[in-house]
Nanobody
Framework: QAQLVESGGGLVQPGGSLRLSCAASGSIFSFSTMGWYRQAPGKQRELVATITRGGTTNYADSVKGRFTISRDNAKNTMYLQLNSLKPEDTAVYYC?????????WGQGTQVTVSS
């Protein structure tokens, strides 16, 4: 059973940056796709970005050009670089990994964008 642990969240001013990390308990090479989702208060969880084992990325329109997803197989870690943050980016960010029919989730990390 894979375990995912997010870190890197925090409070940042509008226009600021953060880097989120998602560390896996084992090799992330076994995951065909990994991704970041977020859930704001009172809203449904939504997809932010995904990355395949081969490095193909996909982004929600709302974050294109501002966020960058990456993965380091050697470190068993996935990242999300968040730049030009806006108040509407405030949410709990979750990492997700897919291995066959199995899906794994982390516990989430809070990102708050406020002046």
């Amino acid at each position: 059973q894979a375990q995912l642990v997010e870190s890197g969240g925090g409070l940042v001013q509008p226009g600021g940056s953060l880097r989120l990390s998602c560390a896996a308990s084992g090799s992330i090479f076994s995951f065909s796709t990994m991704g970041w989702y977020r859930q704001a208060p009172g809203k449904q969880r939504e997809l932010v970005a995904t990355i395949t084992r081969g490095g193909t990325t996909n982004y929600a329109d709302s974050v294109k050009g501002r966020f960058t997803i990456s993965r380091d197989n050697a470190k068993n870690t996935m990242y999300l670089q968040l730049n030009s943050l806006k108040p509407e980016d405030t949410a709990v960010y979750y990492c997700n990994a897919a291995a066959g029919l199995q899906r794994f989730w982390g516990q989430g990390t809070q990102v708050t964008v406020s002046s």
